[in-house]
């Protein structure tokens, strides 16, 4: 008889990407009781995972992983894969997410927008515009 361990739902990042950490999130395996364990794989191109951690925690299957100790300013691509007890099988890959880590200085946050536009009539084929200008956290 052979032991098939099924895939997972889907992979998805959470909003949580620090200076050199991402949160990951997953839909457990619910209707395999051979499944104990996750592995989460990256790597910094699509498809190539250099490096992989386990994403247990205290012994039991979970379905969320802190990957840390990654460089700014590089894309990390992710999937998750589900295991058995001893880790001698598992399954497919789940989809691929990636997070760009920023970097300590780049512009992360979006100016705001210019308000208050007006428009005023300067001749028969010219109008002029004014606004009240943007502000941003670096300057605009």
């Not at 889907?10 to 499944?35: E, G, I, K, Y």
Request: negative net charge; proline residues 4%; contains cysteine.
């Amino acid at each position: 008889m052979a032991l098939i361990i099924t895939g997972l739902f889907m992979l998805v990042f959470s909003q949580m990407v620090t200076a050199s950490s991402v949160t990951l999130r997953w839909s457990p395996a619910t209707n395999d009781p051979m499944v104990k364990s996750y592995e989460v794989h990256y790597g910094l191109a699509s498809g190539q995972y250099q490096w992989s951690v386990e994403a247990d925690a205290n012994g039991g299957a979970t379905d969320t992983r802190v990957v840390e100790d990654l460089e700014p300013g590089k894309t990390y691509f992710f999937a998750v894969r589900s295991c058995n007890q001893d880790r001698t099988l598992a399954s497919t890959f789940s989809n691929e997410v990636s997070a760009r880590i920023p970097s300590e200085d780049e512009d992360t946050e979006a100016p705001t927008a210019p308000a208050s536009l007006a428009a005023t009539a300067a001749s028969v084929s010219e109008i002029g515009l004014s606004w009240a200008a943007a502000t941003d956290n670096r300057g605009v």
